[in-house]
């Protein structure tokens, strides 16, 4: 075989359509029984491929990492995966906030439009090949038949990032890089939920979305929905302000943005006479039974009158740091910008490149993560194709 990838998700796939593009006998080799599971699982709440901006727009969602991936995304950004999608028949519609999803909503038609064109292409997938490590300059795999040893002409690692283990993406090959002196960066749950110890009373509110609430952390203000769970909170809004949470900053939501400190204060000012203080700030202040419990849970014993309307502007949320990394939707970490070259290329391991979400990068939500994804892909499988041919 000329080229070896080994993961198929997005990124993986990404590089073995380019590396088959440019003529070269690709496998796929792939741990789990089937290709994708996490972009599927992506799919199942809405499969947001990209956002519609422009690149460098979409770069500063990047943060630290828009200066590497910079040349990568200004090659295939927002426009070029929509204009990828549409070449796979899958059509795509933008929502009301910029994001971009396929009309099918999930991910599976487009897979199986995308693994029919790479086995047309000649790609060949090997699932149940799990690569356990190098043997030699040999990649070693375990698969139902026994141990099999590769040794392509060049590969290229697409192995995920470090959450949701159970669709593949579980972070082992971390000592198998390690040992060949590739610097990586430690995993952190990146688009993850804060944990809270609710109180019982919190319980009948599980499930319930909160709406209309801004989410304040290290500076940012964010007003995007969040769910409360048995476990405490997750969601959009939570996600978007799950890195600075991370960082340590402290999380503090606006119950009644749209209303000033002073205008609640006036509502307040009436005496509550019999209505019990659930009833009472109902009435006055118009905050929903989710919003209630919230202010109850983090506000008690509640102050009166321009302190309470404060707490209602300004409620810190008490929680225990963030949810389980593999609850995560994306991950932070993994192998360091320095230890490739601008090509994707590991300077420790040559002939090897790396893509996706197993590179140090993390983005918010908003198909930031499957752009990056797929350009990596696509960038480290031309590099790849580039390297066999210089080669040759
Ligand atoms: C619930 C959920 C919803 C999401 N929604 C969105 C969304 O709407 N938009 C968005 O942009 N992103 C979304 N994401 C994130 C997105 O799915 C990931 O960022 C993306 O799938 C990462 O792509 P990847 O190819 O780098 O890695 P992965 O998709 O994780 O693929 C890595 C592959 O490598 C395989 N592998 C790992 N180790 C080995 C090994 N040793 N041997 C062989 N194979 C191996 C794995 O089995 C896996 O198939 C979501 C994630 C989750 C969990």
Not at 5 to 12: D, L, Q, S, T
Not at 242 to 263: F, K, Y
Not at 281 to 299: H, I, N, S, T, Y
Request: proline content about 6%.
């Amino acid at each position: 075989m000329d080229a070896l990838v080994i993961g198929a998700g997005p990124a993986g796939l990404m590089a073995a359509e380019e590396l088959a593009r440019a003529g070269r006998h690709v496998v796929v080799a792939e741990g789990k029984p089937s290709p994708g599971r996490k972009f599927l699982m992506a799919g199942k709440s809405g499969l947001n491929l990209t956002k519609d901006e422009g690149t460098e727009t979409a770069l500063a969602a990047y943060a630290e990492a828009a200066g590497p991936l910079g040349p990568i995304l200004r090659a295939f950004g927002p426009a070029e995966v929509q204009a990828w999608a549409r070449g796979l028949g899958q059509e795509v519609f933008t929502g009301s906030s910029g994001r971009v999803f396929p009309v099918a909503m999930k991910a599976s038609p487009l897979l199986r439009a995308w693994l029919g064109r790479l086995g047309d292409m000649g790609v060949e997938l090997r699932v149940r090949h799990r690569w356990v490590g190098w043997q030699g300059d040999g990649f070693a795999f375990d698969t139902p038949e026994g141990p099999v040893v590769a040794r392509p002409r060049v590969t290229v690692l697409a192995l995920g990032g470090a959450s949701w283990a159970r669709l593949g993406s579980d972070a082992a090959w971390v000592p198998l890089l390690q040992a060949r002196g590739v610097s990586l960066s430690p995993f952190a749950g990146a688009n993850v939920g804060v944990q809270v110890a609710w109180s019982p009373q919190m319980a009948r509110h599980f499930g319930a979305p909160v709406k209309g609430v801004e989410l304040q952390a290290g500076g940012m203000r964010v007003r995007a929905e969040f769910v409360v769970s048995s476990r405490g909170l997750e969601g959009g809004g939570i996600y978007a302000v799950s890195r600075a949470v991370r960082e340590g900053a402290e999380l503090v939501l606006d119950l009644a943005p749209d209303r000033t400190a002073a205008a609640l204060a006036e509502r307040l000012a009436v005496p509550r006479g019999k209505d019990s203080v659930g009833n009472w700030l109902r009435k006055r202040l118009g905050l929903d039974p989710v919003k209630l419990a919230l202010l109850m849970e983090w506000g008690r014993p509640l102050p009166e009158g321009a302190a309470l309307a404060a707490l209602v502007k300004r409620l810190p949320v008490r929680h225990h740091g963030m949810r389980p990394i593999d609850e995560a939707i994306s991950t932070a970490g993994g192998v360091r910008w320095e230890a490739v070259d601008d090509r994707l290329m590991l300077k420790a391991v040559p002939g090897v490149f790396v893509a996706g979400e197993m590179l140090d990068w993390e983005a918010p939500t908003g198909g930031y993560l499957l752009t990056a994804c797929l350009a990596t892909g696509r960038w480290a499988g031309r590099a790849a194709a580039g390297c066999v041919t210089s080669a040759e």
